[in-house]
């Protein structure tokens, strides 16, 4: 079978083969983190558990730059390729991880002594605080990578190497793994433990196509010399603005939704909300791989003028999109049950408001799909700012208006509704924006 290049004709066949590393990639990121909640809310307890879950949105922020780069620069590395001009790409390419890492390590060492202040403002106190600031410094000593690790999912395939990403994801990923069940299950380490896997893991995820790109590679990216570009680096940060917000936003949520179900439910509120985010990132897993593994293609058609394969990629993806939508409701609320059992099944109560909570939530795959390509498209298109907008109107705005308005009519349901709500009205100004720019942009 002929390896793909962005340049091709994409069918379904070739589109679905193309996308689905991504897609795989994503989803086993999801299901490692998964393992670590397992192991955390099953061999040390459930303050920890509540603890990891309440400091994690913040240390998410801290990373989010990673996902900037990848996402911005992909988008305009992509289109520089498509123009033809691959060694501004290269240059382009290097300048931008350099300064991730340099970005990356000035963040970790102001966030290291910040991070007891902070969860303290944020509600954590007593054991809850202690734990929430030794999970939280050990993950940042590893915070250059991880943003590296987020970033390199996006060069892999612009550079055409879709597989390696997903390979690389593997060895990460199964090395959080087997870490978790030996730090956790055998050493009995606890909180640290979990951190020490995590960290280990994401040191992996960084290194190795740190290692791939700097070595000659039959890619179409490779570390070098570079220059700063302004200009570039401006435009990067432009296009990946929305992933920025994408990502600052869902943990500014995050940390709203905990202090809503601290005040409607306690502790085991945060319990049952850190159960739903982590089946929540498998799903929605499928959506942002299948955006991130389709965006490279659709920068190159668009800087190669390519409006025809423009309009065949958004066909495709929109149906792609509302088949795997309708899917994933029904198979999750089969999974509720089972899902919720595997990290509460022992705390009745624990287990039934997680049950409840996740058989409302899930109706929002309906609609989330379809805000996660629209963003990411306009991304791909280099328009970041209307990427921002359908980002920050969908995992800031709706969310949060939603979350502190709905409990006060339906209690903690209330809760479980606002996402719903705030995914589709996040849907419905992506469908805007998709028949608005139409014209503009010829696809």
């Not at 589109?15 to 299901?31: A, C, H, N, Q």
């Not at 060492?109 to 929430?132: H, K, N, Q, V």
Request: glycine share 8%; charged share 10%.
């Amino acid at each position: 079978m002929s390896p793909i290049q962005l340049s091709d004709h994409f069918d379904y066949s070739r589109l679905l083969r193309f996308t689905l590393p991504s897609v795989i990639m994503m989803i086993f990121t999801s299901i490692y983190g998964v393992v670590d909640g397992f192991f955390v809310s099953n061999f040390v307890g459930v303050t920890p558990f509540a603890a990891v879950n309440f400091i994690m949105p913040f240390l998410m922020i801290l990373g989010a730059i990673g996902a900037m780069f990848g996402a911005g620069g992909s988008a305009l590395i992509s289109k520089t390729l498509g123009e033809g001009d691959r060694d501004k790409a290269n240059r382009t390419f290097s300048l931008l991880v350099y300064i991730t890492i340099a970005s990356g390590a000035v963040i970790a060492l102001a966030s290291f002594f910040l991070l007891r202040p902070i969860a303290s403002a944020l509600g954590a106190e007593g054991e809850m605080l202690d734990y929430c600031v030794t999970y939280g410094r050990i993950f940042i000593a590893a915070l250059p990578l991880f943003m590296l690790q987020y970033e390199f999912q996006s060069f892999f395939i612009t550079a055409e190497k879709p597989h390696l990403g997903l390979y690389v994801t593997i060895i990460a990923g199964v090395s959080n793994m087997v870490l978790d069940a030996l730090f956790m299950a055998v050493f009995r380490w606890g909180v640290t433990g979990a951190a020490l896997a995590t960290a280990i893991s994401q040191t992996i995820g960084g290194i190795l196509p740190l290692l791939y790109f700097a070595r000659p590679n039959d890619s179409l990216l490779k570390l070098g010399r570079t220059a700063f570009d302004g200009n570039a680096l401006l435009r990067t940060c432009t296009n990946g603005s929305s992933e920025l917000m994408s990502n600052i936003s869902m943990s500014l949520v995050g940390m709203l939704y905990n202090v809503q179900l601290l005040k409607y439910a306690g502790e085991d509120g945060v319990s049952a909300y850190g159960v739903l985010m982590y089946v929540n990132m498998i799903f929605i897993a499928v959506f942002i791989g299948y955006s991130t593994g389709i965006a490279p293609v659709v920068g190159y058609h668009y800087g190669a003028d390519n409006t025809n394969e423009l309009k065949s990629l958004r066909k495709k993806s929109l149906k792609i999109i509302a088949v795997c939508s309708a899917a994933m409701v029904v198979l999750a609320e089969v999974l509720a049950r089972p899902l919720a059992a595997l990290f509460v099944g022992s705390e009745p109560e624990l287990m039934a408001l997680t049950v409840r909570g996740f058989t409302i939530y899930s109706l929002s795959f309906l609609f989330s799909g379809l805000a996660i390509f629209g963003s990411a498209f306009f991304t791909a298109l280099n328009n970041g700012l209307v990427s921002a907008l359908i980002s920050f109107l969908r995992t800031l705005l709706f969310q949060a208006a939603a979350v502190l308005i709905f409990p006060l009519i339906w209690g903690i349901d209330g809760i479980w509704l606002s996402i719903v709500a705030a995914e589709l009205m996040a849907a419905a100004i992506t469908v805007c924006f998709l028949v608005g720019m139409r014209k503009k942009y010829r696809y």
